[in-house]
Antibody
C-alpha cells in the first residue's frame, strides 16, 4: 500500500525551528519529485516547496524562501522540511505529496500540525 | 504568487451539475496545461480529481471533468451525489518552478 506519513509538528515559539519528516512506503521515493503544501486552520491550500528526484534541485514559495529548506534521503525513503525563523503565519497543517506531470497525486500524507505561538 | 480565484461556494441538487471556475493569468493557468483539481473533505487530505486540465486519475468517476479556456479553468461535476459535498481547489504550474493553488470552493449538495 502506498503511504506517506508526516511527523515532527508541534508547538514552537516565534523565531524557533522545527524539522518535519515525511516517511514513504509502498513505492520508491527516488522515482518522484516531492512537494510540501500547507493549510492554515480554516484556510485554503498553499504550495510551499518542491524537490526533484535526486535532491539536486529545490524550489520555494516566496513566503518561505530563505527560512525553509526541503531535502530528501532516498536511501531512507524520507522527505524533510527544515523550518527556521518561524512566524505566527507559518501555523498550519503541513502535507507532503508526490508529483506527477505537474499535479500532486494520491495519496497525500495525513498532515502534521505546526503551531507557532508564544 | 497570488492565489487563483475561485467562487467561495457552489451548490446543486442531487443529479444536477455544478461547474466551478478557476481564474488566473497568462503566467499560470493560461500559460501551461498543468492545471489540476483537488477534492478535500473536512479533516481529510486532499484527493487529486483532475490533472493536465482534463485527465482523470484511475478511480475518479467520469462525472468529474475539466476544461480550460484562456486564463480560466473549470471543473464540472455531473450527476451530483451526496459524497461530492466537499471543498475543491484548483492548482496550476506558475512558471519559474512555482505552483499556485486556488482560493477554494465549497460545494454543497442541497
Amino acid at each position: 500500500e502506498v503511504q506517506l506519513v508526516e511527523s515532527g509538528g508541534g508547538l514552537v515559539q516565534p523565531g524557533g525551528s522545527l524539522r518535519l519528516s515525511c516517511a514513504a512506503s509502498g513505492f520508491t521515493l527516488k522515482n518522484y519529485w516531492m512537494h510540501w503544501v500547507r493549510q492554515a486552520p480554516g484556510e485554503g491550500l498553499v504550495w510551499v516547496s518542491r524537490i526533484n528526484a535526486d535532491g539536486s534541485g529545490t524550489d520555494y514559495a516566496d513566503s518561505v524562501r530563505g527560512r525553509f529548506t526541503i531535502s530528501r534521503d532516498n536511501a531512507k525513503n524520507t522527505l524533510y522540511l527544515q523550518m527556521n525563523s518561524l512566524r505566527a503565519e507559518d501555523t498550519a497543517v503541513y502535507f507532503c505529496a508526490r508529483e506527477i506531470v505537474g499535479a500532486l497525486t494520491d495519496p497525500w500524507g495525513q498532515g502534521t500540525l505546526v503551531t507557532v505561538s508564544s | 504568487q497570488p492565489a487563483l480565484t475561485q467562487p467561495p461556494s457552489a451548490s446543486g441538487s442531487p443529479g444536477q451539475s455544478v461547474t466551478i471556475s478557476c481564474t488566473g493569468t497568462s503566467s499560470d493557468v493560461g500559460g501551461y496545461n498543468y492545471v489540476s483539481w483537488y477534492q478535500q473533505h473536512p479533516g481529510k487530505a486532499p484527493k487529486l480529481m483532475i490533472y493536465e486540465v482534463t485527465k482523470r486519475p484511475s478511480g475518479v468517476p467520469d462525472r468529474f471533468s475539466g476544461s480550460k479556456s484562456g486564463n480560466t479553468a473549470s471543473l464540472t461535476v455531473s450527476g451530483l451525489q451526496a459524497e461530492d459535498e466537499a471543498d475543491y481547489y484548483c492548482s496550476s504550474y506558475a512558471g519559474s518552478n512555482n505552483f499556485v493553488f486556488g482560493t477554494g470552493t465549497k460545494v454543497t449538495v442541497l
